[in-house]
């Protein structure tokens, strides 16, 4: 994640950490006395949460795992975890802050659409735990004390309550929770403007994390089962919180009556889940829950206001780890022993990071005087691409050159046939080669340029090239003067595979020898490149030719020359 997005979390968790210190509604001089009546339980209470967060990354990692293998250290995604449930602890609504947050910060290490489809099925397993702790908490009430008709119909509105949410909650790990939650998102007045924008941009996107989530629960069962063990054991440990503050008071208080306890004050303040620290909520849960296990009210107050500091301190431990151990690229690559590049060509090498039809669309308006803009060129451009595809045109000694006379050829007769272009012999023949000839020149002088860096990083990195390309890229790359730099060249022609299949990446890496976390892809595409690269467990930077291609979470380039101040 970038810095300036880290800094906005941070000053977001801070603020609100200064406005609940001013507006706690207790004396200073209460608040210590009762930090002194707590001893050495106070430290126990810190470090037992400590084991807490471990357990609930234990979890997170299990999911994560589920869907590929994953190149984050355990140490870093339990600090993600800890910020992330600091930023949960004061923001509104729950989930706003912390869920973002994490999804931005494991971004570069699995993709995005992998980083929200873990964040979103985690989250659901952390509530679904919930329910599950809830459900088990009646049944113990039930077994251990006796159940007058008031407590009666509690315990059925609680277990009626679990049991729909959590009808719900499996339909979702069933067929995924994003499109569902846009669509709610949808409906509400001031959300549904934007909602509806963004729904309709990454529909692809949320269906495909939507996949992700519904295919754990079908095909992993034991990963979808162990970590929602792990989240339910989480809820278990986290009550020796409950029974060590208690313990200052009684010793009459059993770890089943604080099952009991931490289970309906839970429930309390998750009800009242639009209030930052559930305020009010958690103190009012703790006060009757003791009352219905027949111990004074009073010692539930005091395990609220010991359980806020624990809190407290929690979340400025969080909000401490997010300035904590972030390192930029070249740290990474030092860490993870990068040992190779392998670079796209299409839009990385052969360009500044443009689109082919934007530099087709430049040279036509600039060096040839034909006003082309995107809509009356795509079709064209498009067309070629087919015709490229269905005629198969190139052979392997091709250069660059070959391949444009063929691609110019084919959108200047798509340009005269939709009526764009005049129909003149001139058209047809002589403008075609001369934008061949311009866009070779074009893409040649970019390379020339680019070369020293290449040769700068070919003496500390195995450099090689993975490209969608016609069955000649070694020509093209031999024409332009760089084929040497490369330890090998993948054409999807010749492989028989086309990205944005990772197989194609996969294989110009075993061919390698390497394994992918060894590898940092380097490339244009999102879809082609960024995607599959880290699908595949690769190191990703993405080149961007504007700031509006910057995708937050990854590291991104606008000029080659960066690879040099990054990896060198």
Excluded at 100 to 124: D, F, K, Q, W
Excluded at 330 to 337: A, F, G, R, T
Excluded at 448 to 474: H, I, M, W
Aim: proline share 3%; with cysteine; hydrophobic share 45%.
């Amino acid at each position: 994640m970038k810095s300036k997005y880290r800094n906005i979390f941070l000053a977001f968790g801070v603020v609100a950490v200064v406005i609940m210190l001013l507006t706690m509604n207790m004396s200073y001089e209460e608040l210590w006395s009762n930090l002194k009546r707590a001893g050495y339980y106070l430290p126990l209470i810190i470090l037992l949460w400590l084991v807490v967060y471990v357990i609930n990354t234990c979890s997170w990692y299990v999911i994560l795992h589920s869907s590929g293998r994953v190149t984050i250290p355990f140490w870093r995604l339990y600090k993600y975890s800890v910020s992330g449930f600091a930023l949960n602890y004061v923001t509104p609504v729950g989930l706003m802050g912390g869920e973002p947050y994490r999804i931005m910060e494991l971004t570069p290490y699995v993709g995005v659409e992998r980083a929200t489809s873990s964040v979103i099925l985690y989250v659901m397993m952390h509530i679904f735990s919930h329910f599950c702790f809830w459900m088990s908490s009646v049944l113990i009430y039930v077994f251990f004390y006796p159940v007058n008709w008031s407590m009666g119909i509690l315990m059925g509105f609680i277990t009626l309550f679990c049991l729909t949410l959590g009808t719900l909650f499996i339909k979702g790990y069933r067929h995924g929770m994003a499109v569902a939650c846009m669509n709610l998102a949808s409906k509400i007045p001031f959300l549904k403007k934007y909602a509806l924008a963004f729904a309709e941009k990454n529909r692809a996107k949320l269906e495909n994390i939507d996949k992700q989530i519904a295919l754990v629960h079908k095909q992993d069962k034991r990963s979808f089962y162990g970590s929602l063990f792990l989240e339910y054991l989480a809820r278990v440990v986290s009550c020796g919180e409950v029974w060590l503050i208690l313990n200052v008071l009684t010793t009459n208080v059993s770890f089943v009556d604080c099952i009991l306890i931490l289970a309906f004050s839970s429930l309390m303040a998750n009800l009242l889940f639009f209030m930052p620290m559930q305020l009010g909520g958690r103190e009012g849960g703790f006060a009757l829950a003791v009352n219905g296990i027949s111990v004074a009210g009073a010692y539930g107050v005091y395990a609220a206001l010991i359980t806020r500091i624990r809190e407290m301190v929690w979340i400025i431990i969080g909000l401490a780890l997010m300035k904590i151990g972030n390192k930029n690229v070249k740290d990474m690559v030092s860490d993870i022993k990068v040992k190779a590049l392998a670079f796209d060509f299409g839009g990385t090498l052969d360009s500044p990071f443009l689109h082919w039809a934007q530099v087709y669309i430049k040279i036509y308006n600039e060096k040839l005087g034909i006003p082309l803009t995107r809509e009356t060129f795509w079709d064209s451009y498009v067309f070629a691409e087919r015709e490229m595809e269905r005629l198969n045109p190139v052979k392997a000694t091709d250069t660059l050159r070959d391949v444009q006379n063929y691609k110019t050829r084919f959108q200047f007769d798509d340009l005269i046939r939709r009526g764009v272009v005049e129909d003149t012999e001139y058209n047809r023949t002589t403008l075609p080669a001369e934008a061949a000839r311009l866009v070779t020149e074009f893409s040649t002088d970019y390379v020339r340029q680019a070369k020293p860096v290449l040769e700068k990083l070919k003496d500390k990195y195995t450099l090689f090239v993975v490209s969608n390309y016609y069955g000649n890229l070694k020509s093209v790359l031999q024409s332009m003067g760089v084929a040497d730099l490369f330890h090998s060249i993948t054409d999807s022609t010749i492989a028989g595979m086309r990205k944005p299949d990772p197989a194609l990446w996969k294989l110009a890496i075993e061919q390698e020898g390497f394994q992918p976390e060894e590898v940092i892809v380097v490339g244009d595409s999102q879809r082609n490149d960024v995607n599959p690269a880290l699908s595949l467990g690769c190191h990703v930077i993405k080149c961007c030719p504007d700031e509006t291609a910057v995708v937050p979470g990854i590291t991104c380039i606008m000029q080659l020359s960066e690879l040099e101040v990054l990896l060198l």
